[in-house]
T-cell receptor, first 113, second 114 residues
Framework: ETGVTQSPTHLIKTRGQQVTLRCSSQ?????VSWYQQALGQGPQFIFQ???????GRGNFPPRFSGLQFPNYSSELNVNALELDDSALYLC????????????FGPGTRLTVL | QQQVKQSPQSLIVQKGGISIINCAYE??????FPWYQQFPGKGPALLIA?????SEKKEGRFTISFNKSAKQFSLHIMDSQPGDSATYFC?????????????FGTGTRLLVSP
């Protein structure tokens, strides 16, 4: 059974640019959630995708958007990058939109200069 | 009401000792309480979880104690080992919004000295 994978591992962007992060969910999981973890903090919920639709959203502006594909993999897109967007972006997958157990990937470290 | 408060911020325990990390929540709709372990540069790994219908759950050296009336829960690591040195996060979630959103504590950095 393959776990949650994310790419790339690290990314450096400049302020104002756009970035796309990718996630492959664990086998058999149809729900993907994205979290932002700033240095020294706990992860913060960005949004959740279930069967290719956004199913719930946290307190993040619209420049944070996502997609989920038929194979349940997902993308997180961030437009107009700001310095405060520098963080570890985590993807978590689960068996269903109401399944409480979530399994995290290794994350993508984004640095905005 | 969405906050989960975690303490202490950091903890040093001798090898073989007991590590105790505490969390408190306010939202009574929370019905799932997991603990995650995170090593530097890695994603959080699910360690153990509990639901409010039980007061304690044990898996190996890890035990969750849950006090529903006090809205508190804690992680106990028995016989702590240097390999347990990591950051631990408590979290809570509820499905009554139509989706599961984990609300995390601020983390506890545990160092187990040899």
């Amino acid at each position: 059974e393959t776990g949650v994978t994310q790419s790339p591992t690290h990314l450096i962007k400049t302020r104002g640019q756009q970035v796309t992060l990718r996630c492959s969910s664990q086998s058999g999981h149809n729900t993907v959630s994205w979290y932002q973890q700033a240095l020294g903090q706990g992860p913060q919920f960005i949004f959740q995708y279930y069967r290719e639709e956004e199913n719930g959203r946290g307190n993040f502006p619209p420049r944070f958007s996502g997609l989920q594909f038929p194979n349940y993999s997902s993308e997180l897109n961030v437009n107009a990058l700001e310095l405060d967007d520098s963080a570890l972006y985590l993807c978590a997958s689960s068996e269903g939109r109401l399944t409480d157990t979530q399994y995290f990937g290794p994350g993508t470290r984004l640095t905005v200069l | 009401q969405q906050q989960v408060k975690q303490s202490p911020q950091s903890l040093i325990v001798q090898k073989g000792g007991i590590s105790i990390i505490n969390c408190a929540y306010e939202n009574t709709a929370f019905d799932y309480f997991p603990w995650y372990q995170q090593f530097p540069g890695k994603g959080p790994a699910l360690l153990i979880a509990i639901r409010p219908d039980v007061s304690e759950k044990k898996e190996g050296r890890f035990t969750i104690s849950f006090n529903k009336s006090a809205k508190q829960f804690s992680l106990h690591i028995m016989d702590s080992q240097p390999g347990d040195s990591a950051t631990y996060f408590c979290a809570a979630s509820s499905g009554n919004t139509g989706f599961q959103k984990l609300v995390f504590g601020t983390g506890t950095r545990l160092l187990v000295s040899p």
